[in-house]
Nanobody, 115 residues
Framework: QVQLVESGGGSVQAGGSLRLSCAAS?????MGWFRQAPGKEREEVAR???????TYADSVKGRFTISKDNAKNTLYLQMNSLKPEDTAIYSC????????????WGQGTQVTVSS
């Protein structure tokens, strides 16, 4: 399993932007971002696999962009036009080799969007 370390969370007003980073300790085939708001189930926000188009939850399409710097083994989530309902703990995950079966998780970072 790879080790994942997130950074970039914080507080922002509605309409603002944040960029999350997730540094992996090694190569990963598939990585994703998840979020969990208080009292709600964890939700997959976006995922990106090698040679595949990224996928997004309907709630973030057009506002969030997932990308990866392969040289740095770092995954990013650019979040624009943030809404209060985006407030959650965001975590990154990595899949087992060659799959998007999530086996490694980061510690999570808080994102708070105020109205």
């Amino acid at each position: 399993q790879v080790q994942l370390v997130e950074s970039g969370g914080g507080s922002v007003q509605a309409g603002g932007s944040l960029r999350l980073s997730c540094a992996a300790s090694g190569y990963t085939y598939c990585m994703g971002w998840f979020r969990q708001a208080p009292g709600k189930e964890r939700e997959e926000v976006a995922r990106r696999a090698v040679l595949a188009s990224p996928t997004y939850a309907d709630s973030v399409k057009g506002r969030f962009t997932i990308s990866k710097d392969n040289a740095k083994n770092t995954l990013y989530l650019q979040m624009n036009s943030l809404k209060p309902e985006d407030t959650a703990i965001y975590s990154c995950a990595a899949g087992a080799p060659g799959t998007c079966r999530w086996t490694s998780w980061g510690q999570g970072t808080q994102v708070t969007v105020s109205s």
